[in-house]
């Protein structure tokens, strides 16, 4: 109800009517995964490096047809976030302006579910581009993978008496779930492993 | 970036990694990730459609099982590796998957990969049988090395121009013709007979020492026959003929006739190399103690030929051929006082006798004297004195004392032969082995047809004894192969690691199954190559199978030469076990590939013998 009329209000704020298939029901049953890697880790100072979507298809992770996009920096690169994702000002020259890259990534997305792990922070990232432009937020609905493996294991930990303490770094849920570490701190990989996870945790004989 | 995980993949993906970089990114940037929870069943389909299925699967991680349409298990794919090739090549019509374990998988589209296998770097790994991807796994490794003289062909060597002349040539004439030409050496041709050869030695000798006219003809100065050699042969095929023949030159020939002249001094030019040299350091030995150092350059021959990808088989030929020569050396150097000895004949057996082994593990070698000479005096001083110099030159003493310092294997051919029989009528599993050992000698010194006589018994014997075969057989059957069922190695029992004695369970029952063909058959050669090809041309083995058994034994022996190595220099004793986990997984598809050749062999056996019947 509630999210029903949020919805009609961000629809009827929506600055240019080209983005109106972000409010369209999807003709597919596709999800799509995305991650970030910033300048920091704070939404409200930080900027965009990179971006990188994939999409879910049923069981398959549409990694042929991924989006990745590198974002133009108007200022350095703080030297402590190139550390984590290896990506040297000298490697955004040829990026995409702010809006021009969201755009795409709007393309890409439509109307789908968002899967992704703190997406939280991803989608303020986001947001923080789109709202002074469309005058909107990321309206999609989001499946925040953390909180799914937090259900699951809270299930079967909770019948037994131990107390559970449940270790929801990334690092951690790969090691659990059994799933390759292709390598993290790239967006693409981290977009991959995240929709694995999520494949992970919705296979039906899981739950069993 | 992005595509880098997959790039790295597909380099650990064999055929794919030969592919250049270029082409790989085209493939990695088609590539989707797939995830199968445990149980998934699939089937790949052959054409395109969204409802269908026409993808080739990598396993990143996770077991999948491949069925066939009569739910007979064939393979199981873990990480690493593909599969679906055979349903989008259209080689078979239907296959079922199932997952074992949990699986992640990229998939690439058919298109994609039918676009790739034509290029020439893995179009054959998808359409060639298990002999040509060995040939090509063979070549690859050769490729990588560098390329050796030793491995070069014989065209790779300065030739000396071929002249030709009729047995009715004058000498002066030969001499005229041989100057213009600037070589030693002519051809002979014979009306009738084949040609022969005749050097500028023969005709000095002819007109200084025989005084011979120099307007007489040459025919009777030829010697025959002429020892040719291939012009497309490897050169060290070329120095294994001039040694074993004892020749300083052969005569080069191309498919359509005579084409020059091979010497062993330009030969010696090319090679500048130990196994040139250990040929003549073998020759000039005065003392045994001169042979200490050619045994140690035989070792580093081995080595060296194994780096280079030469076939092992090969590579037993030529150290098998030195090692006679030295054998025969030290026999000359110790009865350079008892000439009688030379009456005898001087056995190689077993392994050696087959000309099988490569890396030095034991002797095994026997003495027959005839009939008609009484047992020369000092014979077991000598013998002893013998299998010591063997031993202190680096052959290991046979653990079953099968050597001629036991007396029982140093007897008259009479005695030898009632010994034989007496272990035919009464077999245990250890006067088998005898036999066995005995079927595969060779004769290093000495009178040939000392042997050949004792093994014309055993053909007789077993001619007239056809219920001995079976027995003879049983130890084919005898060790399993060390894969199960669901294609997985079986793990060593104690250690729990994968490693498998491949001596035991592959390299044996190949041999000892192949020698008791060559029993019922009587074929006289003794290595299992030789013996194969006879088998062949018998028709006893089919020509496919046959090559396929042959090109196994070679991959099993290569495998165990290289763990050999390895342990030697870690100054181990050499075993038969190799570590599975060490071997690519290439190498690992191929040998269990092989294991099969060797399952359908005990199949054959097993028919052949009737082998289930005495078990």
Redesign the interface.
């Given at each position: 109800m509630f999210k029903q009329w949020r919805l009609s209000r961000q629809k009827k704020r929506l600055k240019d009517p080209a983005f109106q298939f972000l409010f369209e029901t999807p003709l597919d049953e596709d999800l799509v995964c995305f991650d970030c890697e910033t300048t920091g880790l704070n939404p409200k100072k930080d900027r965009l490096v990179s971006l990188?979507a994939v999409k879910i298809r049923g069981?398959?992770?549409?990694?042929?047809q991924?989006l990745?996009l590198t974002f133009a920096q108007d200022q350095a690169i703080p030297e402590g976030s190139i550390k984590v994702h290896m990506i040297r000002n000298l490697d955004t020259q040829m990026g995409l302006s702010p809006q021009e890259a969201i755009s795409q990534f709007l393309q890409f997305i439509g109307g789908r579910p968002l899967v992704g792990y703190y997406l939280e922070f991803d989608i303020a990232m986001v947001n923080r581009i789109i709202q002074p432009w469309l005058g909107i937020q990321l309206p999609n609905p989001t499946i925040e993978i953390s909180e799914r493996y937090y259900d699951q294991k809270w299930a079967q930990q909770s019948k037994t008496m131990m107390h559970p303490s449940i270790d929801l770094s990334f690092q951690a849920i790969l090691e659990d779930l059994?799933?390759?570490n292709?390598?993290q701190h790239?967006?693409?990989?981290d977009a991959?492993m995240t929709?694995?996870i999520y494949?992970?945790l919705t296979?039906?004989?899981?739950k069993s | 970036?992005?595509y880098?995980?997959?790039l790295n993949f597909l380099h650990q993906v064999t055929p794919f990694s030969s592919l250049d970089d270029q082409s790989l990114l085209q493939i990695a940037?088609?590539?989707?990730?797939?995830?199968?929870?445990?149980?998934?069943q699939l089937e790949i389909t052959q054409t395109e459609s969204s409802k269908q299925n026409a993808y080739l699967y990598f396993v990143?991680?996770g077991h999948i099982a491949e069925y066939d349409a009569d739910q007979r298990q064939r393979a199981v794919y873990g990480h690493n590796t593909f599969f679906g090739d055979a349903i989008l090549l259209k080689k078979e019509r239907f296959l079922r998957y199932e997952v074992l374990e949990?699986a992640?998988l990229y998939?690439l589209p058919q298109a994609v990969f039918l676009a790739f296998i034509q290029q020439p770097e893995i179009e054959g790994y998808f359409v060639d049988d298990i002999v040509t991807k060995l040939n090509r796994l063979q070549a690859q490794v050769q490729a990588e090395a560098s390329s050796d003289a030793l491995m070069g062909g014989v065209t790779d060597a300065p030739w000396q121009t071929l002249v030709e002349v009729s047995s009715e040539t004058t000498i002066r004439s030969c001499v005229e013709q041989m100057n213009a030409q600037q070589t030693d050496a002519c051809v002979v041709h014979f009306e009738t007979e084949t040609p022969g050869i005749v050097t500028a030695i023969d005709l000095l000798n002819a007109l200084a020492l025989s005084a011979q006219d120099v307007e007489s003809p040459v025919g009777v100065l030829a010697n025959c026959p002429l020892i040719t050699v291939h012009q497309f042969d490897y050169l060290f095929n070329a120095l294994l003929k001039m040694t074993k023949y004892r020749l300083n030159r052969l005569v080069v020939r191309s498919d359509d006739g005579l084409v020059g002249i091979l010497h062993q001094k330009d030969l010696m030019n090319v090679f500048a190399n130990q196994s040139g040299l250990a040929v003549i350091k073998i020759e000039q030995a005065q003392t045994v103690s001169d042979l200490q150092a050619v045994v140690k350059e035989i070792d580093r021959l081995v080595i060296h030929l194994n780096n280079r990808g030469v076939k092992t088989h090969y590579i037993a030929k030529l150290v098998n051929e030195l090692h006679r020569k030295l054998i025969q050396k030290v026999f000359e150097l110790l009865a350079v006082e008892q000439p009688e000895l030379h009456q005898g004949c001087l056995l190689v057996m077993g392994s050696e006798g087959r000309a099988e082994q490569v890396i030095r593990t034991d002797q095994d070698n026997a003495f027959i004297w005839p009939d008609s000479i009484p047992k020369p005096p000092g014979l077991g001083v000598f013998m002893d004195n013998f299998s010591q110099t063997l031993i202190a030159l680096g052959f290991p003493p046979c653990p079953g004392n099968i050597m001629v310092s036991n007396s029982q294997w140093c007897l008259n051919l009479s005695d030898f032969k009632q010994q034989l029989r007496d272990w035919l009528n009464q077999p245990t599993p250890e006067r088998l082995m005898k036999v066995s050992i005995l079927f595969d000698a060779e004769a290093v010194v000495g009178e040939v047809s000392l042997l050949q006589a004792l093994k014309q018994t055993l053909f007789n014997w077993v001619d007239a004894n056809q219920h001995f075969l079976p027995h003879f057989a049983k130890p084919v059957l005898m060790f399993d192969a060390p894969v199960n069922f669901l294609g997985h190695w079986v793990k060593d029992k104690p250690s729990g690691q994968a490693k498998i004695d491949i001596k035991k369970t592959g390299i044996f029952p190949i041999v000892q199954g192949v020698r008791c063909l060559a029993l019922k058959y009587g074929i006289t050669k003794t290595n299992t190559h030789w013996r194969i090809k006879a088998l062949m041309d018998k028709k006893v083995l089919d020509e496919t199978f046959g090559f396929e058994l042959g090109e196994v034994l070679n991959y099993m022996n290569t495998l165990r030469l290289e763990a050999m190595i390895v342990q030697l220099n870690c100054e181990k004793t050499p075993d038969n076990f190799i570590q599975v986990t060490q071997l690519s997984s290439l190498q690992q598809d191929l040998l269990k590939e092989g294991f099969k050749v060797v399952a359908r062999f005990k199949q054959l056996i097993d028919h052949q013998f009737k082998v289930s019947s005495v078990l």
């Amino acid at each position: 109800m509630f999210k029903q009329w949020r919805l009609s209000r961000q629809k009827k704020r929506l600055k240019d009517p080209a983005f109106q298939f972000l409010f369209e029901t999807p003709l597919d049953e596709d999800l799509v995964c995305f991650d970030c890697e910033t300048t920091g880790l704070n939404p409200k100072k930080d900027r965009l490096v990179s971006l990188s979507a994939v999409k879910i298809r049923g069981q398959c992770i549409l990694t042929s047809q991924a989006l990745n996009l590198t974002f133009a920096q108007d200022q350095a690169i703080p030297e402590g976030s190139i550390k984590v994702h290896m990506i040297r000002n000298l490697d955004t020259q040829m990026g995409l302006s702010p809006q021009e890259a969201i755009s795409q990534f709007l393309q890409f997305i439509g109307g789908r579910p968002l899967v992704g792990y703190y997406l939280e922070f991803d989608i303020a990232m986001v947001n923080r581009i789109i709202q002074p432009w469309l005058g909107i937020q990321l309206p999609n609905p989001t499946i925040e993978i953390s909180e799914r493996y937090y259900d699951q294991k809270w299930a079967q930990q909770s019948k037994t008496m131990m107390h559970p303490s449940i270790d929801l770094s990334f690092q951690a849920i790969l090691e659990d779930l059994a799933i390759p570490n292709f390598g993290q701190h790239d967006a693409f990989n981290d977009a991959l492993m995240t929709a694995l996870i999520y494949l992970k945790l919705t296979e039906p004989n899981r739950k069993s | 970036m992005s595509y880098q995980q997959a790039l790295n993949f597909l380099h650990q993906v064999t055929p794919f990694s030969s592919l250049d970089d270029q082409s790989l990114l085209q493939i990695a940037q088609a590539l989707d990730v797939v995830y199968f929870a445990l149980g998934t069943q699939l089937e790949i389909t052959q054409t395109e459609s969204s409802k269908q299925n026409a993808y080739l699967y990598f396993v990143i991680k996770g077991h999948i099982a491949e069925y066939d349409a009569d739910q007979r298990q064939r393979a199981v794919y873990g990480h690493n590796t593909f599969f679906g090739d055979a349903i989008l090549l259209k080689k078979e019509r239907f296959l079922r998957y199932e997952v074992l374990e949990e699986a992640i998988l990229y998939r690439l589209p058919q298109a994609v990969f039918l676009a790739f296998i034509q290029q020439p770097e893995i179009e054959g790994y998808f359409v060639d049988d298990i002999v040509t991807k060995l040939n090509r796994l063979q070549a690859q490794v050769q490729a990588e090395a560098s390329s050796d003289a030793l491995m070069g062909g014989v065209t790779d060597a300065p030739w000396q121009t071929l002249v030709e002349v009729s047995s009715e040539t004058t000498i002066r004439s030969c001499v005229e013709q041989m100057n213009a030409q600037q070589t030693d050496a002519c051809v002979v041709h014979f009306e009738t007979e084949t040609p022969g050869i005749v050097t500028a030695i023969d005709l000095l000798n002819a007109l200084a020492l025989s005084a011979q006219d120099v307007e007489s003809p040459v025919g009777v100065l030829a010697n025959c026959p002429l020892i040719t050699v291939h012009q497309f042969d490897y050169l060290f095929n070329a120095l294994l003929k001039m040694t074993k023949y004892r020749l300083n030159r052969l005569v080069v020939r191309s498919d359509d006739g005579l084409v020059g002249i091979l010497h062993q001094k330009d030969l010696m030019n090319v090679f500048a190399n130990q196994s040139g040299l250990a040929v003549i350091k073998i020759e000039q030995a005065q003392t045994v103690s001169d042979l200490q150092a050619v045994v140690k350059e035989i070792d580093r021959l081995v080595i060296h030929l194994n780096n280079r990808g030469v076939k092992t088989h090969y590579i037993a030929k030529l150290v098998n051929e030195l090692h006679r020569k030295l054998i025969q050396k030290v026999f000359e150097l110790l009865a350079v006082e008892q000439p009688e000895l030379h009456q005898g004949c001087l056995l190689v057996m077993g392994s050696e006798g087959r000309a099988e082994q490569v890396i030095r593990t034991d002797q095994d070698n026997a003495f027959i004297w005839p009939d008609s000479i009484p047992k020369p005096p000092g014979l077991g001083v000598f013998m002893d004195n013998f299998s010591q110099t063997l031993i202190a030159l680096g052959f290991p003493p046979c653990p079953g004392n099968i050597m001629v310092s036991n007396s029982q294997w140093c007897l008259n051919l009479s005695d030898f032969k009632q010994q034989l029989r007496d272990w035919l009528n009464q077999p245990t599993p250890e006067r088998l082995m005898k036999v066995s050992i005995l079927f595969d000698a060779e004769a290093v010194v000495g009178e040939v047809s000392l042997l050949q006589a004792l093994k014309q018994t055993l053909f007789n014997w077993v001619d007239a004894n056809q219920h001995f075969l079976p027995h003879f057989a049983k130890p084919v059957l005898m060790f399993d192969a060390p894969v199960n069922f669901l294609g997985h190695w079986v793990k060593d029992k104690p250690s729990g690691q994968a490693k498998i004695d491949i001596k035991k369970t592959g390299i044996f029952p190949i041999v000892q199954g192949v020698r008791c063909l060559a029993l019922k058959y009587g074929i006289t050669k003794t290595n299992t190559h030789w013996r194969i090809k006879a088998l062949m041309d018998k028709k006893v083995l089919d020509e496919t199978f046959g090559f396929e058994l042959g090109e196994v034994l070679n991959y099993m022996n290569t495998l165990r030469l290289e763990a050999m190595i390895v342990q030697l220099n870690c100054e181990k004793t050499p075993d038969n076990f190799i570590q599975v986990t060490q071997l690519s997984s290439l190498q690992q598809d191929l040998l269990k590939e092989g294991f099969k050749v060797v399952a359908r062999f005990k199949q054959l056996i097993d028919h052949q013998f009737k082998v289930s019947s005495v078990l």
